[in-house]
């Protein structure tokens, strides 16, 4: 039986499929935003970092800005926070969740342009928006309020403006370059080392003269110069804004200046180990291969864990394959951002032995984006065998048909990331049943050393409050408008003893309106834990 067609049918088909191909970006803006949603709304928790940048907020609209400094002095997040709430009437929380999904909407965007600006044709883009949203990391983001996401935006956009520039060569990208890391900045102080590092490889681009590099290394800083120009002088006039400028410059000093001392630091941990560990008879130098080898491969270790199983897999498959169809200077380009996504976290877990993945999800997202290329290669190349796939062999006889195939790698990463947003959901559920069945009270968990809340039934207002670096909320309820002291419905305070919080234990022990209830001891890193309640 012959297919009936409608007039105009094959147009219109045309048309939107013309539409979403040259749209993707903005399509997958969309999806994560309203993505987003729907995690949170089931959400019965509120983090810790959370309630940190939710409290500043607070202090920023309520009493002054240099208060919130003292609490926190990188506060640009928790601004941001004050400002939609300020504008959009919204309260701090809710102001934080939608920062945060759009943040995560326009990571989405940028992911999916700096793939089609690496040569990615339209499937391959529909598979970096689906890779990029079903990234395990992302999805348990977008339960939480971090300024990663921020973060993860403007890396991006810096990306692809600075991938941009080594093609066009023009002031308008070099200022979208400069103002896209400078607000990465913002949000995460490491991004200096973006601005510091990020101009250099123009250095190595090819075919180009010394003097011509220089001169693009120069209007790469030229909106920087003009900004600092500028900033000098208002700060000149305003002392207010000069005190900020300068300790801002301070805390960027102060870090740097800790990144550049791990060499010490691992140097004095080497010697250690060698006097306390290792018996007289060991060699010269064992130390330094043992700590060196075992904290490398620890930090590729969590670099992978980030990054997943099969996403792994993926990246792994591209040895002796050009699956990625890089334009002059894009692969230097590449190889070049990645490797100043992992010089911090790399000299930092030389100083602390340890590394929370999330400081490494901006690698991670780096090497993600082969991942869409490594799938449109096995979509091209379905009864490739898993052997072929990791060898350098270039054929493979599509006779034969094995079910080691590439076809059924491919099936797993489509169950894989669709079994991310499951689980999660899944997980939510199972929590938002158990905490409806708990009595609502306040108690403390001595033994796991962390404080958590169970405040109240699904409609009432919360009675608990938090305050400390590392406490968490367990199953709050989303109802949670402000977790702030001063507020009429709050009626108690946890307060952890600690140098940042003492102007404020001073406050609460001499305010009328509340009393000390109990002091606990040893619970937090052996530091005082104080229960308040209102006065009534």
């Keep these: 039986m012959d297919k009936i067609t409608y007039p105009g049918q094959n147009q219109m088909a045309g048309l939107l499929k013309s539409i979403t191909s040259q749209y993707v970006g903005i399509i997958a803006f969309f999806i994560s935003f309203l993505l987003s949603p729907w ?100 999805i348990n983001y977008r339960v939480t309020i971090f300024r990663d996401p921020g973060y993860w935006a403007f890396y991006l956009s810096a990306f692809y403006f600075f991938l941009q520039f080594a093609k066009s060569m023009s002031l308008k990208d070099a200022s979208l370059w400069f103002f896209s890391v400078a607000t990465a900045i913002c949000f995460r102080i490491e991004g200096t080392m973006l601005l510091l590092l990020t101009p250099l490889a123009v250095f190595f681009f090819n075919g180009l003269t010394l003097s011509k590099k ?216 199972y929590t938002n049943w158990q905490s409806a069945n708990v009595q609502a009270n306040i108690w403390l968990t001595a033994q796991r050393k962390v404080l958590a809340g169970i405040v109240c039934s699904s409609n009432t207002w919360p009675v608990f409050a938090v305050e400390g670096e590392g406490m968490s909320i367990s199953q709050v309820n989303s109802h949670i408008e402000v977790l702030m002291p001063s507020e009429s419905h709050c009626e108690y305070i946890v307060l952890v003893d600690k140098p940042s919080r003492k102007i404020r234990l001073k406050m609460l022990q001499e305010s009328p309106g509340w009393r000390l209830v109990k002091t606990f001891t040893g619970l937090k890193k052996e530091r005082n834990v104080y229960l308040f309640q209102r006065n009534h």
């Excluded at 793939?115 to 970096?128: S, Y």
């Design 214 to 429: 220089f001169k693009l290394y120069l209007s790469l800083y030229l909106p920087f110069i003009t900004l600092c120009f500028i900033a000098t002088i208002i700060a000149l006039h305003e002392k207010s804004l000069f005190k900020i400028i300068w300790n801002t410059i301070l805390n960027i000093i102060k870090t740097h200046i800790g990144t550049l001392s791990f060499i010490s630091n691992f140097l004095h941990k080497v010697a250690i180990f060698n006097d306390n560990i290792l018996p007289p008879t060991a060699k010269q130098g064992s130390a330094f291969i043992i700590l060196f080898s075992g904290l490398t491969v620890y930090f590729i270790y969590k670099l992978f864990l980030g990054l997943g199983v099969l996403n792994t897999v993926m990246i792994l498959g591209t040895k002796n394959k050009k699956v990625i169809p890089f334009e002059t200077n894009q692969k230097l380009i590449f190889i070049w951002i990645l490797t100043i996504s992992l010089i911090l976290p790399y000299n930092f877990i030389f100083q602390a032995e340890f590394i929370n993945t999330r400081y490494l999800v901006s690698s991670t997202i780096t090497l993600l984006l082969i991942v869409p290329f490594m799938l449109n290669y096995g979509i091209s190349h379905p009864h490739m065998s898993l052997r072929s796939f990791f060898s350098s062999q270039k054929s493979d006889n599509p006779k034969k048909k094995s079910i080691f195939c590439l076809k059924t790698l491919l099936i797993l990463y489509l169950i894989a990331g669709l079994g991310n947003f499951t689980f999660l959901f899944v997980k939510e559920y």
């Design 39 to 138: 995690f949170y709304y089931s959400w019965r928790g509120l983090n810790s970092d959370g309630i940190l940048y939710v409290r500043l907020a607070y202090l920023i609209n309520t009493y002054d800005f240099n208060i919130a400094l003292i609490e926190y002095d990188w506060p640009f997040f928790s601004v941001l926070i004050a400002t939609v709430s300020n504008f959009a009437h919204l309260s701090y929380i809710t102001s934080a969740y939608l920062l945060d999904a759009v943040f995560l909407g326009f990571s989405a965007l940028f992911f999916v342009e700096i793939t089609k600006k690496l040569g990615g044709n339209v499937r391959t883009q529909w598979l970096a928006a689906f890779v990029f949203l079903s990234f395990e990391t992302v």
